[in-house]
Antibody, heavy 117, light 110 residues
Framework: QVQLQESGPGLVKPSGTLSLTCAVS?????????WSWIRQAPGKGLEWIGE???????NYNPSLKSRVTMLVDTSKNQFSLNLNSVTAADTAVYYC??????????WGPGTLVTVSS | EIVLTQSPGTLSLSPGERATLSCRAS???????LAWYQQKPGQAPRLLIH???SRAIGIPARFSGSESGSDFTLTISRLEPEDFAVYYC???????????FGQGTKVEIK
């Protein structure tokens, strides 16, 4: 069974860049799925950030598109998220997820990123 | 962009009761693009239902999904103690690709 694990700094300064990596195990990142990042602000709902394919093709949420970059490293079976110009509004639990057929079928446990000076 | 509105915001029920959760889309959507998730405190969401009515692997039969036009329903036939959680519906839009979520329904113990 596929497992995902997020990693990265838990604290980022305002105006800085949030950088996270998702390690995929139990399956290959090149097996044909797209891979997403989702976030959830404290006490709030879920927001899709974007997705990436094994080729490096990406689709981003228009609300975040100007600040988001996603990359894939097939040699390490992982993908990453960069979100620049962060503010307190970007404080959230960030999840990496495997896309199923029009759904999100396997989730990492999530990592809390706080934006604060 | 499709907006999903879930109701009620909170559902207070007792174990053994039936739970009926609603998700209404702002415009006509295909059931193949609608999914449901369960989230417990401190945990990641878990996929319950995809394609509006297909249970994900390992999901108990007491969970079922249905659709009627742009109205989607998640039903838990008899609530177990572990079912008290927040439930989200999700829509996938293809052009351009975009996943959107409802605001969630909390099922709490009465």
């Amino acid at each position: 069974q596929v497992q995902l694990q997020e990693s990265g700094p838990g604290l980022v300064k305002p105006s800085g860049t949030l950088s996270l990596t998702c390690a995929v195990s139990g399956g290959s990142i090149t097996n044909g799925n797209w891979w997403s990042w989702i976030r959830q602000a404290p006490g709030k709902g879920l927001e899709w950030i974007g997705e990436i394919y094994r080729t490096g093709a990406t689709n981003y949420n228009p609300s975040l598109k100007s600040r988001v970059t996603m990359l894939v490293d097939t040699s390490k079976n992982q993908f990453s998220l960069n979100l620049n110009s962060v503010t307190a509004a970007d404080t959230a639990v960030y999840y990496c997820v495997r896309n199923g057929a029009h759904c999100l079928d396997f989730w990492g446990p999530g990592t809390l990123v706080t934006v604060s000076s | 962009e499709i907006v999903l509105t879930q109701s009620p915001g909170t559902l207070s029920l007792s174990p053994g009761e039936r739970a009926t959760l609603s998700c209404r889309a702002s415009q006509s959507v295909s059931g193949t693009d609608l999914a449901w998730y369960q989230q417990k405190p401190g945990q990641a969401p878990r996929l319950l239902i995809h394609r509006a009515s297909s249970r994900a692997i390992g999901i108990p039969a007491r969970f079922s999904g249905s659709e009627s036009g742009s109205d989607f329903t998640l039903t838990i036939s008899r609530l177990e103690p572990e079912d008290f959680a927040v439930y989200y519906c999700q829509h996938y839009g293809a052009s351009p690709p975009l996943y959107t979520f409802g605001q969630g329904t909390k099922v709490e113990i009465k």
